[in-house]
């Protein structure tokens, strides 16, 4: 296994809290109170119920947002503007249609500066390195769901990120594909070791990719619980490690953790549709 040996791409936010404007009008707190540190090269999923602000989380580290109170560092440093050295993975592809495949994996390097030449002849090698040789003249719509992943991870990879940001990108994939599209995941990390922060609502995904799993807690999100994943690297296929005794035990520690937050999520929903028909 290898290591970065730069020591940046380590996440840390202290006491963040953000909150939004609604289109009424009304405030709205996503997180509040967030404390929280990624190690250089740690892989960490976020898991916690829909609305909890786990993805706010995400795009604070990017640079995409800034908080409301509180501070956020990257390799040390507040963030200011977009973070350097950050690469996003989003749950839709964000791929340009109208351009072949290596044109699309190519911009990374062109947008930096690197000449178109050298730029594509990069992007042809890690077409390569995630499986899809002979593809890279394809358009998107001309791919598969799960190849338009590897394309996406292609695209993030190039620029050797210190950071990797991913927003539940194996969500809308069949789970023959999730399953393979993780292994290949955790096979590309392992080259490169850039931070992660992973945002999934799939417990067995969390598990099975992460050092670390955090919980956050129903909306506005807070964490609530992390767990050190213990189990051995490399982890091989992720699909054969659930079955592994202590995958077992932990899946039931996070379960334990998450489940009152889930709970606590729908029995909102439940409150908030019964007073939307009453209103009717």
């Not at 340009?96 to 990374?108: E, H, M, S, Y």
Request: hydrophobic content about 40%; overall charge neutral; some cysteine.
């Amino acid at each position: 296994m290898t290591a970065r040996t730069d020591g940046l791409g380590g996440v840390e936010l202290t006491n963040v809290t953000k909150r939004f404007v609604t289109p009424t009008g009304a405030a709205m707190t996503a997180i509040r109170d967030v404390n929280l540190r990624i190690e250089p090269g740690q892989f960490c999923a976020i898991v916690g119920p829909t609305g909890c602000g786990k993805s706010t989380t995400l795009t604070l580290a990017a640079g995409l947002e800034t908080p409301s109170a509180g501070t956020v560092k990257v390799s040390g440093k507040p963030v200011e503007g977009i973070t350097r050295g950050a690469s996003f993975v989003f749950q839709t592809d964000a791929l340009l249609p109208w351009k072949p495949v290596v044109d699309n994996v190519a911009l990374g390097p062109m947008f930096k500066g690197e000449p178109k030449k050298e730029a594509m002849a990069k992007a042809m090698d890690w077409l390569q390195t995630v499986g899809l040789a002979g593809f890279e003249h394809h358009y998107p719509h001309q791919l598969s769901g799960g190849m338009r992943k590897r394309v996406s991870l292609a695209a993030a990879l190039i620029n050797d990120p210190s950071i990797l940001l991913m927003d539940e990108p194996f969500s809308a994939l069949d789970v023959q594909t999730r399953a393979i599209m993780s292994n290949e995941l955790l096979t590309l990390w392992d080259r490169q070791r850039p931070s992660v922060i992973f945002v999934t609502h799939d417990l067995e995904e969390a598990i099975g990719l992460a050092d670390k799993v955090v919980v956050i807690t129903a909306g506005p999100g807070t964490v609530k619980a992390e767990f050190d994943i213990d189990l051995p690297r490399p982890r091989g296929a992720v699909q054969d490690i659930r079955f592994d005794k202590r995958f077992l035990e932990l899946y039931q520690q996070i379960w334990a953790a998450l489940r009152e937050e889930v709970e606590q999520t729908y029995s909102r929903s439940a409150i908030a549709a019964k007073a939307r028909g009453a209103r009717a």
